[in-house]
């Protein structure tokens, strides 16, 4: 498996903008291993690790079409980076990396020609991506350029597309399971931030080769990403293992990560309900009692 990355190198893409500790962290923890890593950047970047290749994305996809695709009313860079990473694959025969994909472990994995990962629920996770058959990867930017400037739906340009693409081939394509690249799913990311849940991160983790970081849920978290995590939780320890904390400014104290953690659970089983929140719930109930009674 890490030959195949070793023999394409691997491709990024940054907006524009200064990386956080962590995303070097995660380019780093490449680097290390000798990895050739390029990143496609639409403006100026800071904190770039030495070794990084920048390149300019217009060399892939011109910045106009960054406007292109359509969720919700506006421009939406989720759906525009689908585009952008079946391009590159395209244009460079590089295997496609989300900057907030960590490398944990040198395993021997099977060779495939292909790197296509599912996630736990059953969808396909396109964190890494790697599609040799070109009649995959010109089906979905066929499909995708049919879409531009129209509604889009979340997810029509990505995970749901390849599939159709893998299944219209006819092509028999070999799958890996999340366990090797995504071990820790979305709704558990934060627990590799938390000491109590170190144990349980090691065990999840035994056979991986990667780690995503899912950037969007620490971003909903509120984690400050130029801080490293606390000593003892999973993260920390691989970050240490790997001689990566000296990037970060300083660590997380436990106490501090443990209420910011309790604050995101509590945020998402519906606990901490904001005042507009209240309003929505209570306003139609008030409705209902001001009728009945003015009857």
Same mark, same amino acid.
């Given at each position: 498996m890490l030959s &195949? /990355?070793?023999?394409? $190198?691997?491709? %990024?893409?940054?907006?524009? #903008?200064?990386?956080?500790?962590?995303?070097?962290?995660?380019?780093?923890?490449?680097?290390?291993?000798?990895?050739?890593? &390029? /990143?496609?950047?639409? $403006?100026?970047? %800071?904190?770039?690790?030495? #070794?990084?290749?920048?390149e300019d994305a217009n060399k892939i996809v011109h910045y106009s079409m960054t406007q292109r695709l359509i969720y919700k009313g506006k421009p939406d860079l989720s759906h525009f980076s689908d585009l952008f990473r079946f391009e590159m694959i395209r244009q460079r025969d590089l295997v496609w990396h989300d900057l907030d994909?960590?490398?944990?472990?040198?395993?021997?994995?099977p060779e495939y020609k292909d790197i296509i990962v599912r996630e736990e629920q059953g969808g396909i996770n396109g964190a890494i991506l790697y599609v040799?058959?070109?009649?995959?990867?010109?089906?979905?930017?066929?499909e995708i350029h049919k879409l531009l400037?129209?509604?889009?739906?979340?997810?029509?340009?990505?995970?749901?597309?390849l599939m159709e693409a893998i299944t219209k081939s006819g092509r028999q394509t070999d799958i890996y399971n999340h366990e090797?690249?995504?071990?820790?799913?979305?709704?558990?990311?934060?627990?590799?931030?938390?000491?109590?849940?170190?144990?349980?991160?090691?065990?999840?983790?035994?056979?991986?080769?990667?780690?995503?970081?899912?950037?969007?849920?620490?971003?909903s978290i509120g984690m400050w990403k130029d801080m490293a995590p606390p000593k003892g939780c999973f993260l920390y320890e691989q970050l240490e293992k790997m001689n990566l904390l000296g990037l970060f400014k300083e660590t997380y104290p436990e106490k501090v990560m443990t209420?910011?953690?309790?604050?995101?659970?509590?945020r998402q089983n519906g606990k901490a309900l904001g005042i507009k929140t209240i309003i929505r719930e209570i306003a139609p109930s008030i409705y209902r009692t001001y009728k009945h009674y003015r009857r």
């Open positions: &195949t /990355i070793r023999q394409k $190198g691997i491709g %990024g893409f940054w907006f524009e #903008g200064r990386l956080s500790a962590l995303e070097r962290a995660c380019i780093q923890s490449y680097l290390n291993m000798g990895l050739r890593y &390029t /990143i496609f950047s639409y $403006g100026k970047l %800071g904190n770039i690790p030495d #070794g990084i290749v920048v994909l960590m490398i944990i472990a040198d395993k021997a994995l040799s058959d070109a009649r995959i990867i010109d089906f979905c930017l066929d400037d129209r509604e889009l739906t979340w997810g029509q340009t990505g995970p749901r597309l090797s690249f995504y071990p820790l799913e979305h709704y558990d990311i934060w627990k590799a931030f938390h000491p109590g849940y170190c144990e349980f991160c090691k065990e999840k983790s035994k056979s991986a080769l990667t780690i995503h970081l899912f950037n969007n849920i620490l971003n209420s910011i953690l309790e604050n995101f659970q509590y």
